[in-house]
């Protein structure tokens, strides 16, 4: 028997109209505990910092290298920009200095496994249409108290493409976020307006085909969410974060989740696997 969409007719409304969906209580205090405990003993067994690969989507084409481009099929680890001081050591403890983990804990590690492949995650796609999604890619994100870095306007079908674009992504705050410590924000409805530019991989290295636009900071609205409220974010859409410059955290999940049924994936993408992903489900 084939799964059953999660998303009422209003869900799916507002997520139409808005390019993002807010759901609230999505995954247990118990459930969130479970995966932050599990990134904690993960990061105890990263021997730091002998692998300094430094994440930043400010400058992400300069500071790509092969670390990263391995990093789609593997568990790894990206640093802050300002974690390391001028003598090249870390300015404080690991734990406190690391950007991401990505890009393959839904597929290497059980414990990301089970939540980022449950039947809640696929009864979501289910209700938005898709045939055989799979997820393409996942992150952890620590936005660290004082470094946390900040993520400029984007959308996910530039970095993510299909063709026709079939990205969604998917952001599980595990712990609440807010204005003060770097909670998402976007500009409703941005996603009708199509997509601005892709993120090429080519003999080069990786560039955007264009430059950015600017965008009128005044039309983003703020996503302020507690512990274990899902985001569901068209590929279009137009978000961002700002540097956390708090003393508290902001640790969150984020997949994302492309179909393949129908749906041809770039071959210049940054992604380029080995080994053909898992669907979430066969509808």
């Known amino acids: 028997m084939g799964l059953i969409g999660s998303l009422s007719k209003e869900q ?9 969906l807010v759901i609230e209580s999505f995954y247990s205090s ?19 910092p002998s692998s300094s690969s430094i994440f930043s989507t400010k400058n992400q084409q ?31 403890p690991k734990e406190l200095s690391i950007n991401k983990v990505g890009h393959a804990l839904h597929e290497i590690d059980p414990i990301f496994n089970k939540f980022s492949n449950s039947e809640k ?28 870095g900040e993520v ?27 204005i003060i410590n770097g909670c998402l924000w976007a500009i409703p409805g941005s996603h009708k ?12 290295g990786v560039h955007f085909d264009r430059n950015s636009p600017s965008y009128n900071q005044k039309e983003f609205v703020p996503l302020e969410v507690k512990a274990g409220t899902l985001v569901v974010i068209h590929g279009d859409l137009i978000h961002q974060s700002f540097e ?32 053909a992903p898992e669907p979430l489900y066969v509808s």
């Not at 500071?63 to 870390?90: M, P, Q, R, V, W």
């Not at 307006?193 to 080069?204: E, M, Q, S, Y």
């Open 12 to 20: 799916l409304n507002f997520f139409d109209s808005n390019g993002f």
């Open 30 to 48: 118990d459930e969130v505990l479970e995966m932050r405990n599990r990134m904690a003993e993960l990061l105890d067994g990263f021997d730091a």
């Open 62 to 92: 300069q500071l790509t290298d092969d670390y990263f481009f391995e990093s789609a099929e593997k568990i790894s680890f990206f640093f802050e920009e300002k974690a390391f001081g001028n003598d090249g050591n870390l300015r404080q």
């Open 121 to 148: 995650i696929s009864s979501i796609f289910c209700s938005l249409g898709y045939k055989r999604p799979v997820v393409i890619q996942s992150m952890y994100i620590f936005k660290q108290p004082g470094i946390g």
């Open 152 to 178: 400029v306007p984007h959308q996910d079908n530039s970095f993510l493409y299909t063709e026709p674009p079939s990205c969604t992504g998917l952001w599980l705050a595990l712990e609440d976020a807010t």
């Open 193 to 204: 307006n199509g997509l601005v530019r892709r993120f090429i991989r080519d003999d080069n």
């Open 244 to 275: 956390n410059k708090s003393p508290t955290s902001r640790h969150a999940l984020s997949l994302h989740i492309v179909d393949t049924d129908g749906f041809e994936w770039a071959k210049d993408n940054w992604i380029r696997r080995k080994t």
